[in-house]
Structures are given as C-alpha cells and as structure tokens.
T-cell receptor, first 114, second 115 residues
Framework: NAGVTQTPKFQVLKTGQSMTLQCAQD?????MSWYRQDPGMGLRLIHY???????DQGEVPNGYNVSRSTTEDFPLRLLSAAPSQTSVYFCASSYSSGWTGELFFGEGSRLTVL | AQSVTQLGSHVSVSEGALVLLRCNYSSSVPPYLFWYVQYPNQGLQLLLKYTTGATLVKGINGFEAEFKKSETSFHLTKPSAHMSDAAEYFC?????????????FGTGTRLQVFP
C-alpha cells in the first residue's frame, strides 16, 4: 500500500534555483493538496486540486505553481526559490472534496533554501 | 473566514494522567471540526472528526472530543495518557455550508508524556 508518495524527502537549494516537489497517490483520490509546515505556524494550505485539470489557491500560494494533468500526480513547482520557502512540505489527498477532512498525508519533503 | 486557535503550544503530562488539548474555533456557519496527530518525522493522520449529529466524538487510541457550540470549542481529551501518545496534535476546521475545499489547521500542540 503506497498511499501518498512524496519525492524527494530532503533537498537543499540555493536562492533563485528552481525545483519540483513530486506527489503521487495510488488511491484514485480526486482531491489533492499541498501544505507547508513551519514551527509555530502549523500547516498552511498552498494549493489544492479537486480533480484533473482543476487547481486553486490556498492561504499561501505566492512563489508556488501547481498543475494536475492526471488524477495520480500533483507536483509543486518553485520557480525561483527564496530562503522564506525553507519548510517541510506535505502533500495530502482525499476521496472527494476536502470537506470530508479525511486527508491522507505523505511523509513530507524537507526543503532548505540557502 | 474560518479559523482555529489552539491554546498552549506545549502540554506535558505524566503517564496515566488526563490529557486535555484545547481548541477554539471561529466560524460564521456551522463548522466541521477535526483533530489530527503527527508522530515524529511522519505525516498527519486523522484522530477524529465532528460533522453533524452527536457532539461527543470518539476517535482512535482512546481519544475523544466534544463539540460545544456555546463555547465555540472542540477540546481533545484522553482519560489516561500513554507514552506512545507523545506527538503533535492539530485541530482543523472547514466551513460546512460554503462550497469550499480548504481545510484550515491550527498551530499545533506538542504533547509530552513523562514516565
């Protein structure tokens, strides 16, 4: 049972570099989302998707892009990394829309921007 | 807008003692409320949720929470703490009657359990 798989688990970037955090789920979930977790701030929603081809912004979308070309994959792109984007990123998915609250989380990707 | 406030970023209890983690919500419409738990170096997993119906909700690992509309609270309790309960706990809210898919989390409470 793979569930929600995130890669890479760890990444160090220099300011201005770009990268993509990958997220894949094998549960045929329609809803997928990205959160960032920072000390003392809990989890903040970056972007989410309610199905292939549909994405929307969360609480802190600036500096991040997403796309949803397939049901399984929901990559998060950082076009020009900044130190403020140093964080732990979590991908989460759900059977339907997020209101059910039963999100299934990946194990996280720890990103450091120097 | 909906939000949750978790009172106390750190809570320490002795093994066998009562666990009480506080969560207050703000919502102009009836909320759906959740508690998630995060063990070290892992993602979050659902402990319990309140949507409609019974206001006392039971979850996994002996935890329960009570929705109190008059107090806008959804505190998490467990009668007797176990060492394995040490983790970070997050309260979360979503608006039930808006067409929204945004689950909003609180800032978290780290629970320490001492032998």
């Amino acid at each position: 049972n793979a569930g929600v798989t995130q890669t890479p688990k760890f990444q160090v970037l220099k300011t201005g570099q770009s990268m993509t955090l990958q997220c894949a789920q094998d549960m045929n979930h329609e809803y997928m989302s990205w959160y960032r977790q920072d000390p003392g701030m809990g989890l903040r929603l970056i972007h989410y998707s309610v199905g292939a081809g549909i994405t929307d912004q969360g609480e802190v979308p600036n500096g991040y892009n997403v796309s949803r070309s397939t049901t399984e994959d929901f990559p998060l792109r950082l076009l020009s990394a900044a130190p403020s984007q140093t964080s732990v990123y979590f991908c989460a998915s759900s059977y339907s829309s997020g209101w059910t609250g039963e999100l299934f989380f990946g194990e996280g990707s720890r990103l450091t921007v120097l | 807008a909906q939000s949750v406030t978790q009172l106390g970023s750190h809570v320490s209890v002795s093994e066998g003692a009562l666990v009480l983690l506080r969560c207050n919500y703000s919502s102009s419409v009836p909320p759906y409320l959740f508690w998630y738990v995060q063990y070290p170096n892992q993602g979050l997993q659902l402990l319990l949720k309140y949507t409609t119906g019974a206001t006392l909700v039971k979850g996994i690992n002996g935890f329960e929470a009570e929705f109190k509309k008059s107090e806008t609270s959804f505190h998490l309790t467990k009668p007797s703490a176990h060492m394995s309960d040490a983790a970070e706990y997050f309260c979360a809210v979503i608006a039930s009657s808006y067409n929204t898919d945004k689950l909003i989390f609180g800032t978290g409470t780290r629970l320490q359990v001492f032998p």
